[in-house]
């Protein structure tokens, strides 16, 4: 028998065989390259979970709330408001014989028109065959999706949507006694929003009184939906000057005075940093006049209308209708007018700072003047935080845990929040809804019924639509699957006295 010797490699251990002297060398191998080898050279695992999970934030509690009612097919819809059943508040009372007063109602002529909200996607044949493995039907997940993002889109029309641009609140302002160049004086103040198609009229008028010869005035601008920059005028005297009389400030205003960007992180002036999200305007802008503001060029007079349409085609007809903002301002009821229409206020402190009693004394004047008593209130997160430091501030909550109830002490939850408002007015109880499309710095008082019997109108507030929520495949014309989703429709608010909007809030916690 011939013996064949067992070949030993380098470093291997006598007796070892070659299979585990090969084992051997490859494991020493490994181990340099494993030693080589990190997590920056991208040579790592790599988790793929079938199927894909989609999430989509579908929060759009007004579009999911309000009535839809199918319209006549028309491009502008008309409707008539009754503001007041008798404009003379007539007693009634009747001599013997003689015929009874007769009532004049005050009515609004209401109209909205009718636009199209529509989003399209697209979907590449290679992503649609390649894409099987994660998603199955990668152009049925996308055609889905569109649903939802046009329904969040249509909650924001629903809140800030307006065909011209809304007018601003009345500004804040702050005098700082150093820092310029201000004489002693009492300066008047109005701001306008711009954008690419013109300007809006002036706000209500702020005043602010300077001492000395070396103060500031800070003018905090509270921002609409959609503008793109903002003008400020300003006149001087004891008392208010007429338009004519308040001059465009160059240095404040356009491009100085830009609409912030969405989604931006904004410090106010208290040292209050906020970040809203991707879907909410900062709410406010600032600019100081530092020394003596200009008394001559363009004066506010010369704005007779409201010429900033938001969104127009190539004709200049609009491209957008009004939502609940946007109607409440255009139909304000006038404090003890005839026309009762909605409430529209600013907090009383000249600051802006929200107050219990703003709320409260909007809800009064609704009732008092229209019977308005609203079902319920739309805010924006950021404002219910504030309105809950309200209440909290004003020590209008207990919270007792008993002492002897050990289960009661290990479950103590951290924080409040204020869900719903009593109207002290009427007694009812009004859900609060938080909407993430309601613009900053408004709360909006919402009716969904009416307070007389009306067979006809079973809603305070509807969407009529021409079309209800549609799906449309395009045809092909180039390596892509095109589709997309539309709905075309109008807002309708019919009890406009029911319908208030506090806004112009200072963005403070």
Request: aromatic fraction near 6%; proline fraction near 6%; charge should be negative.
């Amino acid at each position: 028998m011939t013996t064949i010797p067992y070949t030993t490699a380098p470093g291997a251990q006598p007796g070892q065989r070659v299979s585990d002297e090969t084992v051997t060398l490859v494991r020493e191998a490994m181990s340099d390259a494993t030693r080589a080898i990190t997590t920056s050279t991208g040579l790592t695992g790599y988790e793929l979970e079938r199927p894909a999970k989609v999430i989509v934030p579908v929060v759009t509690p007004l579009v999911n709330m309000l009535p839809r009612r199918r319209g006549a097919g028309v491009d502008v819809v008309h409707w008539k408001a009754i503001t007041s059943f008798d404009t003379a508040r007539n007693w009634g009372t009747l001599a013997e014989g003689a015929l009874p007063s007769q009532v004049s109602y005050a009515v609004a002529p209401m109209q909205n028109t009718v636009q199209t909200i529509g989003l399209m996607n697209q979907v590449s044949f290679q992503a649609q065959w390649r894409g099987r493995s994660l998603e199955a039907d990668v152009r049925a997940r996308r055609i889905a999706e569109l649903l939802y993002q046009l329904k969040m889109t249509e909650e924001r029309w629903v809140l800030g949507a307006s065909e011209s641009l809304m007018v601003p609140p009345a500004p804040t302002l702050g005098v700082a006694a150093t820092g310029g160049s201000l004489a002693a004086a009492t300066y008047w103040v109005k701001v306008t929003a711009k954008n690419a198609q013109g300007e809006t009229t002036g706000s209500a008028v702020r005043s602010a009184t300077t001492t000395g010869t070396t103060s500031t005035l800070a003018i905090i601008i509270y921002t609409v939906p959609n503008a793109t920059q903002y003008n400020v005028y300003i006149g001087t005297g004891s008392t208010q000057p007429a338009d004519s009389a308040l001059w465009l400030q160059a240095s404040l205003s356009g491009a100085n005075a830009a609409q912030p960007a969405i989604g931006a992180t904004v410090t106010l002036s208290d040292g209050v940093t906020i970040m809203p999200s991707g879907e909410v305007n900062p709410g406010v802008l600032t600019v100081t006049l530092s020394a003596a503001p200009a008394t001559s060029g363009t004066a506010l007079s010369t704005v007779t209308a409201n010429t900033a349409r938001t969104f127009v085609d190539g004709s200049g007809n609009p491209l957008m209708w009004d939502g609940l903002i946007a109607q409440a301002l255009l139909n304000a009821s006038q404090a003890n007018g005839a026309t009762l229409g909605a409430q529209v206020a600013q907090p009383a402190d000249p600051t802006g700072k929200l107050a219990l009693a703003d709320i409260d004394n909007l809800l009064a004047s609704m009732y008092l003047q229209a019977a308005g008593d609203p079902d319920v209130i739309v805010m924006n997160p950021l404002d219910n935080v504030r309105l809950t430091n309200l209440v909290v501030g004003a020590g209008q909550l207990r919270y007792i845990v008993q002492a002897g109830e050990s289960a009661d002490q290990g479950q103590l939850t951290a924080q409040y929040r204020v869900t719903r408002y009593l109207n002290k007015s009427t007694g009812k109880e009004m859900p609060i809804i938080i909407d993430r499309y309601c613009p900053q710095g408004h709360i909006i008082f919402l009716p969904l019924t009416t307070p007389f019997p009306t067979p006809e109108v079973s809603s305070a507030v509807e969407i009529e639509t021409n079309q209800e929520y549609w799906g449309v495949d395009f045809a092909l014309t180039d390596s892509n699957f095109r589709f997309a989703d539309y709905v075309d429709e109008t807002l309708k608010v019919y009890f406009l006295g029911g319908l208030g909007v506090l806004r112009g809030l200072y963005p403070s916690f």
